[in-house]
């Protein structure tokens, strides 16, 4: 049997889902249901209240002045009291629903593979992190408030109509139809407005998003008109998914509007019948006429709140799809812990997924445990991707095609895998925080102050935190916007020096540092690469002389394998990118 998407569930099952998220604060429900129920009974209350002081004043009982004057006094206070409580609990499970939802969101995106970052840019998930869950609420709380404290207001004033005329009250049931079918045509369009209005409020965080990380190559290269007119493009798009999600509601609310007069046309019409009116007194009549006015409002904000349950209904449904998503393959069951370090490539291929093109091409590569190994090559030659193999970013076709210790690498548990290596990319990443915090970040966050900075000062970072006021406690700024390339690579360097793991991975992890600078990490990684196995990628050569086993890969493939000054002896491939790069450095002869 087919598995059904999120994409063919119903809008009520998607509403009923979005529901169970309050379930269990049904107690603040209730309470806001007798608040809402509360307010809906003054409104009945009112129109008995217009039939009392009218048979007063028909029968000239001045004596009951006091008792009316007070009763109006204490409907306006059940009906405050009524609608703080509804509003008080209905907003505090709105809230709880917003935290819930987003922490469940934040949580799953966590365990997301990698495939998924690739095809949802960053600007569309912090969208649904917020806007759309939101819209959620409004469907889940603000709607539901609503429904209750309107539908019941219907209910009471429709049950006081029945008691005073039944049979002129039947005259708003003939509405249910047309009211049920015009509520059914513009809920269909409403959702699809509302997935159109989500998408477009998607498109204008990302590019905002990418307009303000960008900012210096934006100005440096004159791009500043060109992201106006791209973001001018995107918001002039969302502010026309929203207007004709107005023109909509606008259009629709007036419908329903219009059959409600016509009804009451009618039974104004109907009720001025001297045979009806004689079953009647003038208190009644007023009354009666009174509550049927008073049905317009209630009627005219339920159907107004149905624009409210699409959207929501809507936003739920690009929710659940992040939440429906598969996360990371971990069906391991091995334990990685002190690792030797021994890995195998055994006849790999690989492809990204949802490409028809391998990226590597029967890759054979052993490493031996604590084994310093480079991989070189021309850019797109394959090196990035087989490191990315390793903490399984990616999970290979057939697991026996990469082992550590001799144990696939999918026979390990996900978190126990990754704990046993330290990766330091060419994109280093820093949090907005201290240098300490980023340097024990994650599982790392309760070493010692002393261990922080023995990997600082192994890994240079030092050499600048002297200099500054605060020291390791220095704030970095958003991805160390306040720290130079140079020094966010360093910083990157010391957290792998502190994690010391017996796997070390290495991505261009020099590649931002100046000469001197480069010296000083070479030493300190030459003791830090000491015994554990490190799998180096370099476009610098000079890096890698003193590696035990240089790895030449072209267009996915190990053309070359051996040391430095074996492949140079082979004039092969490595030996015409060594020359490409010293040619014309004289200081290297």
């Given at each position: 049997m087919k598995k059904q998407t999120t994409r063919e569930i119903s809008g009520l099952r998607l509403y009923l889902r979005l529901l169970t998220y309050i379930r269990h604060q049904w107690p603040l429900f209730l309470l806001s249901v007798g608040g809402f129920a509360l307010y809906a009974s003054t409104q009945a209350g009112f129109a008995k209240w217009m039939e009392t002081v009218v048979q007063a004043i028909e029968n000239n009982a001045i004596e009951h002045r006091g008792w009316l004057a007070l009763s109006v006094l204490g409907l306006f206070v059940i009906r405050g009291l009524g609608t703080f409580m509804g509003n008080y609990f209905i907003t505090r499970i709105a809230r709880t629903l917003v935290h819930c939802l987003r922490l469940e969101l934040f949580a799953h995106m966590q365990k997301l593979p990698s495939t998924f970052y690739n095809a949802n840019s960053s600007g569309t998930l912090l969208s649904k992190l917020t806007y759309n869950v939101e819209q959620v609420t409004g469907a889940a709380t603000n709607a539901v408030k609503v429904v209750i404290q309107e539908g019941l207001t219907v209910i009471g004033l429709f049950g006081y109509l029945l008691w005073l005329n039944w049979k002129l009250t039947l005259i708003f049931l003939f509405l249910g139809p047309f009211i049920g079918f015009l509520v059914s045509f513009v809920s269909k369009r409403f959702r699809r407005l509302s997935k159109k209005l989500q998408h477009s409020m998607g498109n204008v965080t990302n590019t905002a998003s990418e307009a303000i990380k960008g900012y210096q190559v934006v100005r440096t290269f004159g791009?500043?008109?060109?992201?106006?007119?791209?973001?001018?493009?995107?918001?002039?798009?969302?502010?026309?998914?929203?207007?004709?999600?107005?023109?909509?509601?606008?259009?629709?609310?007036?419908?329903?509007?219009?059959?409600?007069?016509?009804?009451?046309?009618?039974?104004?019409?109907?009720?001025?019948?001297?045979?009806?009116?004689?079953?009647?007194?003038?208190?009644?009549?007023?009354?009666?006429?009174?509550?049927?006015?008073?049905?317009?409002?209630?009627?005219?904000?339920?159907?107004?709140?149905?624009?409210?349950?699409?959207?929501?209904?809507?936003a739920a449904q690009s929710l659940f799809e992040v939440l429906d998503e598969s996360p990371e393959n971990d069906n391991g069951t091995l334990v990685a812990k002190n690792v030797a370090g021994a890995i195998a490539f055994n006849d790999l291929s690989f492809r990204y997924p949802n490409t028809d093109k391998d990226v590597l091409n029967h890759i054979n590569l052993s490493i031996e445990p604590g084994q310093n190994v480079a991989l070189v090559g021309r850019s797109g030659s394959g090196k990035s991707t087989l490191a990315s193999l390793l903490p399984r970013f990616y999970d290979v076709?057939?697991?026996?095609?990469?082992?550590?210790?001799?144990?696939?690498?999918?026979?390990?548990?996900?978190?126990?895998?990754?704990?046993?290596?330290?990766?330091v990319n060419q994109q280093v990443v820093l949090f907005n925080g201290t240098i300490a915090d980023n340097i024990a970040y994650g599982d790392l966050a309760n070493k010692p102050e002393e261990e922080i900075k023995q990997a600082a000062k192994a890994a240079h970072v030092m050499e600048f935190v002297d200099k500054l006021p605060d020291g390791l406690n220095t704030m970095v700024g958003e991805n160390g916007v306040l720290l130079s390339g140079g020094q966010r690579q360093r910083i990157a360097i010391a957290r792998a020096i502190l994690k010391d793991a017996p796997i070390l991975i290495m991505d261009e992890a020099t590649s931002a540092l100046d000469t001197e600078s480069e010296r000083h990490i070479q030493s300190a990684m030459e003791h830090v690469m000491r015994n554990r196995t490190t799998l180096v990628i370099a476009h610098r050569l000079s890096t890698i002389e003193k590696a035990d086993l240089i790895v030449v890969m072209d267009q996915g493939e190990i053309v070359e394998q051996g040391t430095h000054d074996e492949l140079l002896a082979k004039h092969g491939a490595y030996a015409q990118l060594h020359n490409l790069q010293f040619e014309d450095t004289p200081e290297h002869a």
């Amino acid at each position: 049997m087919k598995k059904q998407t999120t994409r063919e569930i119903s809008g009520l099952r998607l509403y009923l889902r979005l529901l169970t998220y309050i379930r269990h604060q049904w107690p603040l429900f209730l309470l806001s249901v007798g608040g809402f129920a509360l307010y809906a009974s003054t409104q009945a209350g009112f129109a008995k209240w217009m039939e009392t002081v009218v048979q007063a004043i028909e029968n000239n009982a001045i004596e009951h002045r006091g008792w009316l004057a007070l009763s109006v006094l204490g409907l306006f206070v059940i009906r405050g009291l009524g609608t703080f409580m509804g509003n008080y609990f209905i907003t505090r499970i709105a809230r709880t629903l917003v935290h819930c939802l987003r922490l469940e969101l934040f949580a799953h995106m966590q365990k997301l593979p990698s495939t998924f970052y690739n095809a949802n840019s960053s600007g569309t998930l912090l969208s649904k992190l917020t806007y759309n869950v939101e819209q959620v609420t409004g469907a889940a709380t603000n709607a539901v408030k609503v429904v209750i404290q309107e539908g019941l207001t219907v209910i009471g004033l429709f049950g006081y109509l029945l008691w005073l005329n039944w049979k002129l009250t039947l005259i708003f049931l003939f509405l249910g139809p047309f009211i049920g079918f015009l509520v059914s045509f513009v809920s269909k369009r409403f959702r699809r407005l509302s997935k159109k209005l989500q998408h477009s409020m998607g498109n204008v965080t990302n590019t905002a998003s990418e307009a303000i990380k960008g900012y210096q190559v934006v100005r440096t290269f004159g791009g500043q008109d060109f992201e106006m007119n791209r973001f001018t493009e995107v918001s002039e798009k969302n502010r026309d998914q929203h207007m004709k999600l107005v023109i909509t509601q606008s259009l629709s609310t007036p419908a329903v509007q219009l059959m409600v007069a016509c009804a009451l046309s009618l039974l104004l019409y109907l009720a001025m019948e001297p045979s009806i009116m004689s079953t009647m007194n003038t208190g009644q009549f007023i009354a009666f006429i009174t509550a049927a006015g008073m049905l317009t409002k209630p009627l005219r904000q339920l159907t107004d709140v149905n624009s409210v349950i699409q959207r929501g209904i809507a936003a739920a449904q690009s929710l659940f799809e992040v939440l429906d998503e598969s996360p990371e393959n971990d069906n391991g069951t091995l334990v990685a812990k002190n690792v030797a370090g021994a890995i195998a490539f055994n006849d790999l291929s690989f492809r990204y997924p949802n490409t028809d093109k391998d990226v590597l091409n029967h890759i054979n590569l052993s490493i031996e445990p604590g084994q310093n190994v480079a991989l070189v090559g021309r850019s797109g030659s394959g090196k990035s991707t087989l490191a990315s193999l390793l903490p399984r970013f990616y999970d290979v076709p057939n697991a026996e095609q990469i082992t550590l210790d001799n144990q696939s690498l999918q026979s390990y548990t996900l978190a126990s895998l990754r704990s046993q290596i330290a990766l330091v990319n060419q994109q280093v990443v820093l949090f907005n925080g201290t240098i300490a915090d980023n340097i024990a970040y994650g599982d790392l966050a309760n070493k010692p102050e002393e261990e922080i900075k023995q990997a600082a000062k192994a890994a240079h970072v030092m050499e600048f935190v002297d200099k500054l006021p605060d020291g390791l406690n220095t704030m970095v700024g958003e991805n160390g916007v306040l720290l130079s390339g140079g020094q966010r690579q360093r910083i990157a360097i010391a957290r792998a020096i502190l994690k010391d793991a017996p796997i070390l991975i290495m991505d261009e992890a020099t590649s931002a540092l100046d000469t001197e600078s480069e010296r000083h990490i070479q030493s300190a990684m030459e003791h830090v690469m000491r015994n554990r196995t490190t799998l180096v990628i370099a476009h610098r050569l000079s890096t890698i002389e003193k590696a035990d086993l240089i790895v030449v890969m072209d267009q996915g493939e190990i053309v070359e394998q051996g040391t430095h000054d074996e492949l140079l002896a082979k004039h092969g491939a490595y030996a015409q990118l060594h020359n490409l790069q010293f040619e014309d450095t004289p200081e290297h002869a």
